[in-house]
């Protein structure tokens, strides 16, 4: 084959950086800095949402000690600092957490994008114009870039549903948990989006919980296996208890029925906290 | 008696880097199984000749599975569907008779196609000249074993010293990365005492030259199944480690370990 007349665009640089920021931004500024980030954060949205899971539970346990836990969160720090202060600073901490996770996951689907050829535009995934065969790469790690919207929608309606009870009107009741889950989770359709978002939390913390060991570079033959593992084992806790809050208001396991204290009487519940 | 195979094949056809491409179908009839890939389509070719037509222009050079010239995408597949075999490897008795092959060159954006299924990798040649060397004054050969290798590390920078650099694990990826490529040719030099003056500088160059081109690693692990040399995704890992430690060293104080 005689060479091409003029040199294919093949040694043409697509992305060249405008500027080197000072360290350590300038990690933020590579790929592999990118997923350091998404890796590290990711850690930390992972561990809220095993501790959330687990905070959950107490509503097992009745109406008295949901409104227990939930007070507890918001005297963290006992009086060494003002009410609500450090759950604030927590907060504030995965609002950070989930911004920097979402920026990296986004700018770095960006990069693949167009380091591609027909991508498409949400996914950015490579097509070929052929049908295109996959071997290793599971459905979970295919659909990390819809799972994570669906995971942000939810927290979105999550929270406006049981944290500011926007739709729950005078049903919702500062103060009392316990009620405020059941009355939600007693709709229907309602259940139903708990059950999707959270397979969907589930399928991506799958993934996630994998290959952020890659990401970090925590890589050794003795213990690669059990990375795996891991990722199943997180990802089946979460499934399970998770799901089991919609599944039991549902079936009417969980419900308002036997209550000590009355709805809205959130006085009646701090007295037999106290008791407690 | 060797099998004979007639096929239909699909074929990518493409004038040049910045013409429209599109699918043609070809016969191919009387191939006998023994043949490779690569000789089945010179069969092809022959009898387009023959013809009078311009024949399907492919990558192809040493055809023993170890140059790393050969490419194409077989039915969605770099180098086809057989595991750790490069096309020119792949031989026909892979193939029923009657079966439909579609070939398509290696995809991405760094990757743009020459001709028909020929692309052009040197995007590959900008990373290893960014540091894939070490830098040594060459002078009288020095005894062997002068320089002490622990064996786990010659054996593991052999194993990444096996790519080819064919770019196998680039089509294959959804996200058009060269993490694979890179990082094997990363740990080749970086596990081995020779290679540690210059570790991390190697590092941080290799690693920024591969960002100009190439897209970012999801962890899929499909470079991994589509590498003819099967290269391992271990190889990602430690990159990604040494590329964070090497900005963070001050390499002033700290030499290069």
Redesign the interface.
């Known amino acids: ?1 005689a060479a ?1 007349a003029t040199s ?4 043409t ?5 405008k500027w080197q920021l000072p ?2 931004l ?2 933020y500024q ?7 980030v998404m890796a590290l954060t990711g850690i930390g949205l992972l561990g809220f949402v095993v501790v959330h899971m687990i905070g959950n539970l107490h509503i097992y346990e009745g109406p008295v000690q949901s409104h227990e836990y939930a007070e507890s969160l918001r005297s963290l720090g006992g009086g060494l600092m003002p009410r609500t202060f450090l759950l604030w600073v927590l907060r504030l901490g995965l609002a950070g957490m989930f911004v920097l996770h979402i920026h990296s996951a986004y700018s ?2 960006e ?8 991508a498409d535009f949400i996914g ?3 097509k ?10 599971n459905y979970a ?2 659909t ?1 870039r819809w799972t994570g919207p669906i995971i942000l929608l939810y927290l979105l309606f999550h929270l406006a549903d049981l944290t500011w009870g926007w739709w729950l009107g005078d049903n919702y009741v500062l103060g009392d948990p316990y009620h405020n889950v059941v009355a939600s989770l007693s709709n229907l359709p309602v259940a139903i989006i708990y059950v999707v978002a959270n397979v969907a939390l589930v399928i991506h913390i799958f ?1 996630g919980t ?2 952020l ?7 050794n ?1 003795k213990y ?1 296996e059990l990375r795996r593992t891991l990722a199943k084992l997180v990802a089946g806790v979460i499934l399970v208890g998770n799901l089991s809050f919609p599944v039991l208001v549902q079936t009417g396991l969980i419900d308002d029925d036997n209550r000590t204290c009355d709805v809205g009487d959130v006085t009646c519940l701090e007295h037999q906290a106290e008791k407690h | 008696m060797s099998r004979e195979l007639n096929l239909t094949l699909q074929i990518w056809r493409q004038e040049g880097p910045h013409d429209d491409g599109h699918f043609e179908t070809y016969a191919a009839t009387g191939i006998s199984e023994d043949m490779s890939f690569l000789e089945m389509l010179d069969i092809v070719n022959e009898g387009l000749i023959q013809d009078g037509n311009v024949p399907i222009e492919f990558d192809h050079d040493c055809r023993e599975g170890i140059c790393g010239t050969c490419s194409l995408m077989i039915n969605g597949q770099a180098h086809g569907q057989e595991k750790a075999t490069t096309t020119c490897q792949l031989h026909m008795r892979k193939f029923n008779d009657g079966d439909t092959i579609v070939v398509e060159p290696f995809r991405a954006r760094a990757f743009p196609v020459v001709r028909d299924l020929v692309v052009d990798r040197s995007a590959f040649d900008r990373i290893i000249e960014a540091g894939g060397y070490i830098s040594v004054n060459t002078g009288a050969a020095s005894d062997a074993n002068l320089t002490p290798v622990p064996k786990e590390a010659s054996d593991t920078s052999f194993d990444a010293a096996a790519c080819i650099g064919c770019g196998a694990c680039v089509a294959a990826c959804p996200n058009s990365a060269a993490q694979l490529f890179t990082s094997a040719k990363l740990a080749h030099l970086n596990l081995i005492p020779q290679g540690q003056p210059q570790r991390f500088e190697r590092t941080e160059s290799m690693v920024e030259t591969m960002e100009s081109f190439f897209g970012s690693c999801t962890n899929h692990g499909e470079c991994h199944e589509a590498c003819p040399k099967e290269i391992s995704l271990d190889f990602i890992a430690f990159m990604n480690r040494d590329y964070v430690k090497a900005k963070v060293k001050n390499r002033k104080l700290a030499g290069q370990t």
């Open positions: 084959m091409p294919p665009p093949g040694s640089p697509i992305f060249r950086r360290f350590p300038n990690i590579s790929s592999i800095g990118r997923k350091w770095l689907k990069r693949s994008r167009k380091a591609s050829d027909k950015g995934e490579k070929y114009h052929s049908k295109r065969d996959y071997v290793a790469a790690s295919r990390m993934h994998w290959s060991f890659q990401s970090l570079g925590i890589n033959p690669n």
